[in-house]
Structures are given as structure tokens and as C-alpha cells.
């Protein structure tokens, strides 16, 4: 029987990491989703079939949110839990079977479990990603955010909480956080499980108390869009647009000192801007018809 989907999102992958990410995560119970954005060839397609992955072609690129969407809406009626991955993941080999364990223990126990999560380390420089923690028990943490490579989802929370497809990327995750949080679910840490993942295109980079990273600019776009987005929102506590607002200058700071084009990414910044506000009102107003 099918306890387990894993939807891993696609494009333009790396051939080898996303054969290794296929290989870890496939086993009995799991059944596995290539969720293909773009870029995934035929000779790629071919390999990933033979390894029992099911690819899942889209005619353009819906990005993170609505490509997770379609594909959970066909998972088996069998499945408890859904595992989501972005392509440059890299968990550890037995990460689906001991976080299953983590899964089926708290649903035991009660806990109104939203979603499960790794430890995240930066595999190139050993940066640790963390969050400020809600709480601890146990070998858990309570957070009230986290990123969405390596989520482990009950199904029921899935379909009562899809996640936000007009932010196509960046904040995806968080925004889903912060909506599951007001309903009440849970973000748990699992202390024991570390796994390597690449969120900027090179390893942080620390000046005095900021973490600067290095982006596209079509990525500073959507990170300025969605942040504004979520400042009006009100599921979102307010210490937490706080940090959204210190995560713009932090921003700003990252493009003066990281950024190769920085002409361009501050025009994207911008246009971020204009487009969020026009989003968040958008949201409101058809809020506001239901």
C-alpha cells in the first residue's frame, strides 16, 4: 500500500543531483512525482521512468506552489503524507523512513502536526539555516516557518491549506507557514535530522549580524513582490512582518555588496514593490467577496 507521495519540483535540473535525489527518496510505500517545470530532456525522462519515478510534464513553468498543487490533487487515496523536494536537495539516505517515523509517532501522540522539517545546513560552506524557535520538547522545535525542500505534510492538512500559486517562488513556504499557524497546526523541527540544501546561488556570505546572499535578479523580483504581499496579510503576526521588513534592507544591503547586475536587480526590487501592493489588494478584495 502507497503511505507516502514525494513531489519533487523541476527545472532545468542538474542530471546527477536529481538521479541521486530519486534514488534517496524512492523505496516500498513511497510513490515518487518529478514535477517538470522545464527542462527535463527525453534521455532524463527515460532514466527517471526507469527508476519508477513518475514525471509529470507541464506546457510552461507554474512555478513552485501550483506545480505541488496539481500533482497532490492525484496522489493515491492511500497516502498520509506528503514529502516535498526542490531538485538541488540532497537529504540524507534514510531521510524518508526516519522522518515517517518522526510522523507516524507525533500523529500518535496527538500533536496537531502542520508539517515536519529538517535541520538545514549549506552543503558549501556549513552554514546552518535556523529559525527562531516557537518552543522545544523532546527531540522536536516548534517554528513558526520553514523552507519547503524536505516538508513532510499530513494530507488532511494539504487539503484543507493548499499552498499559494500566485507567488510562483520565494516566500511559497513561509506563506504557507504562516496560514497553517493560524489555524492552529504546528511547525515541527526534527533535532536529529540535518540535511544539505542550497537556497542562494553561492553560500552565505556574514557581515557583523546580516547573512547576505547572492540572487538573479528575476529572484530579488519575486522576494520584494511576496514580502510586500505578506505585510498585508493578517495571518501574519505582527514580529514576524518586523523581520519581513528587516529582511528587505537586509535585501537592499545584499545587492549593493553580492549582486552582479545591481542596476537591474534594484529595477527589479522595485517593480517587486508596485506588484506586491496590486497582489495584496487583489487577495483582499476577493476575500473580501467570500
Known amino acids: ?92 539516505d534514510d531521510y ?27 552543503s558549501r560552506s556549513g552554514y546552518l539555516y535556523q529559525q527562531k524557535p516557537k518552543g522545544y520538547y523532546n527531540r522536536y522545535t516548534e517554528l513558526l516557518v520553514t523552507l519547503q525542500s524536505g516538508m513532510c505534510i499530513p494530507k488532511n492538512v494539504w487539503k484543507e491549506e493548499k499552498f499559494n500559486s500566485d507567488l510562483f517562488i520565494e516566500f511559497v513556504d513561509t506563506e504557507w507557514c504562516y496560514r497553517i499557524h493560524s489555524k492552529k497546526y504546528k511547525v515541527i523541527q526534527m533535532d536529529d535530522i540535518i540535511m544539505s540544501h542550497e537556497v542562494s546561488e553561492l553560500s552565505p556570505k556574514k557581515i557583523l549580524s546580516f547573512s547576505l546572499m547572492k540572487y538573479k535578479p528575476i529572484r530579488r523580483y519575486y522576494f520584494f513582490r511576496n514580502e510586500i504581499f505578506l505585510l498585508q496579510q493578517n495571518y501574519v503576526p505582527l514580529y514576524s512582518k518586523i523581520r519581513l521588513l528587516t529582511g528587505m534592507c537586509n535585501r537592499i544591503l545584499s545587492v549593493a555588496l553580492m549582486d552582479e547586475s545591481k542596476l537591474d536587480s534594484y529595477i527589479h526590487c522595485i517593480r517587486g514593490i508596485k506588484d506586491g501592493v496590486k497582489l495584496g489588494k487583489n487577495e483582499k478584495n476577493i476575500n473580501d467577496m467570500h
Open 96 to 122: 524518508i523512513i526516519k522522518t515517517w517515523t518522526h510522523f507516524r509517532k507525533l500523529m500518535s501522540e496527538g500533536i496537531n502536526l502542520g508539517v515536519l522539517t529538517p535541520k538545514f545546513i549549506d
Open 1 to 92: 500500500m502507497i503511505q507516502r507521495a514525494v513531489i519533487i519540483v523541476c527545472y532545468h535540473p542538474v542530471k546527477n543531483k536529481l538521479e541521486n535525489l530519486v534514488d534517496k527518496v524512492s523505496g516500498p510505500g513511497t510513490i515518487v512525482y518529478i514535477a517538470n517545470n522545464g527542462g527535463i530532456t527525453a534521455e532524463l525522462n527515460y532514466t527517471l521512468n526507469q527508476k519508477k519515478a513518475i514525471v509529470i510534464n507541464f506546457d510552461r513553468n507554474l512555478g513552485l506552489g501550483e506545480a505541488i498543487n496539481r500533482i497532490a490533487e492525484i496522489i493515491p487515496e492511500s497516502v498520509e503524507a506528503i514529502f516535498t523536494f526542490d531538485q538541488d536537495t540532497s537529504p540524507p
